[in-house]
């Protein structure tokens, strides 16, 4: 475990509903626009993930198609980020492929 002044500080939890869930063509379209977000200055890390195949329990919503984890080091970095022309420019050219995208961001309070 990473010692508490090392972690992030923001992140920012992007879960996307594709319109055409069952198309591999739309998925990899949409995974390869993720990854050009990875250009903007101020992403200290970055996970790329779909539902995990773990046991089906009550709190458990698999119903998304794909996911981004973005760590930011602060609040600012984020901002910068929602602006940024990489980031609008991957809602313009992207957002066709997707019916709903629900954000979770959250900062740190410590371990």
């Known amino acids: 475990m990473n010692p508490p002044d090392s972690l992030p500080m923001l992140s920012h939890h992007v879960f996307f509903w594709l319109k055409n869930p069952s ?3 739309d998925k990899a379209t949409l995974i390869t626009g993720i990854k050009t977000l990875a250009k903007i200055d101020g992403i200290r ?3 790329i993930g779909q539902p995990a195949s773990t046991e089906i329990r009550e709190v458990i919503d698999n119903s998304y198609s794909l996911t981004e984890l973005i760590f930011f080091d602060s609040v600012e970095a984020e901002q ?3 602006q940024h022309p990489i980031h609008q420019a991957f809602i313009d050219e992207y957002g066709h492929l997707w019916e709903k995208v629900v954000v979770y961001d959250s900062v740190e309070v410590g371990c």
Do not use: L
Request: net charge negative; no cysteine; glycine share 0%.
């Open 23 to 25: 198309s591999d063509e």
């Open 45 to 47: 890390a970055m996970h």
């Open 80 to 82: 910068t980020y929602q």
